[in-house]
T-cell receptor
Framework: GAGVSQSPRYKVAKRGQDVALRCDPI?????LFWYQQALGQGPEFLTY????????KSGLPSDRFFAERPEGSVSTLKIQRTQQEDSAVYLC????????????FGQGTRLTVV | EDQVTQSPEALRLQEGESSSLNCSYT??????LFWYRQDPGKGPEFLFT???AGEEKEKERLKATLTKKESFLHITAPKPEDSATYLC????????????FGGGTRLMVKP
């Protein structure tokens, strides 16, 4: 596609509900990143994939967060038993090459936990 | 641990009033320093990558510079359409391929 696509754009979840956020990276991009952005703050790293391999998940805040990219293209970020502190914008980014420094971001999914 | 601090947090300018945004950083083995623009409700949009001290890059009214401790984003004769949040990020040698972002500077340019 022309850019990184994320869905849904907005998600309201009741506390305790499980959610799944989808990211379609730019076709052919090897690297895929997930970031969390709280209101008024800069993005914070969650996890990184090279093709289907999850090489770094050091930023995931708890074991309620899980990400996968089974075929090396589309990725899903899953949050189990959502809490109010999970409310944020979740950004996905992709880059063409391993170690490529230019990453392209999607528009994000705004998650609100009520 | 890589750290990025941006200042000021917010900046109001009149159209045509030039200014600079600051990004101070500490990183183990800088691989790249990035500037992004973010409009409300959208993801960050790539502007520049700087790799070594002394490097400069320009795009329209924006010019980014880099020293060993900080980067500046100079905005010359800004227009209202330059209003956005400007994010600085670093990619360090010990942090894999992740970016460490600062908190951003919210720029408002009034006509």
């Amino acid at each position: 596609g022309a850019g990184v696509s994320q869905s849904p754009r907005y998600k309201v979840a009741k506390r305790g509900q499980d959610v799944a956020l989808r990211c379609d990276p730019i076709s052919g991009h090897v690297s895929l990143f997930w970031y969390q952005q709280a209101l008024g703050q800069g993005p914070e790293f969650l996890t990184y994939f090279q093709n289907e391999a999850q090489l770094d998940k050091s930023g995931l805040p708890s074991d309620r967060f899980f990400a996968e990219r089974p075929e090396g293209s589309v990725s899903t970020l899953k949050i189990q038993r959502t809490q109010q502190e999970d409310s944020a914008v979740y950004l996905c980014a992709s880059s063409l090459l391993l170690g490529d420094t230019e990453a392209f971001f999607g528009q994000g999914t705004r998650l609100t936990v009520v | 641990e890589d750290q990025v601090t941006q200042s000021p947090e917010a900046l109001r300018l009149q159209e045509g009033e030039s200014s600079s945004l600051n990004c101070s950083y500490t990183v183990s083995g800088l691989r790249g320093l990035f500037w992004y623009r973010q409009d409300p409700g959208k993801g960050p949009e790539f502007l520049f990558t700087l790799y070594s001290a002394g490097e400069e890059k320009e795009k329209e009214r924006l010019k980014a510079t880099l020293t060993k401790k900080e980067s500046f984003l100079h905005i010359t004769a800004p227009k209202p359409e330059d209003s956005a949040t400007y994010l600085c990020a670093v990619q360090g040698g010990n942090a894999g391929n992740m970016l460490t972002f600062g908190g951003g500077t919210r720029l408002m340019v009034k006509p």
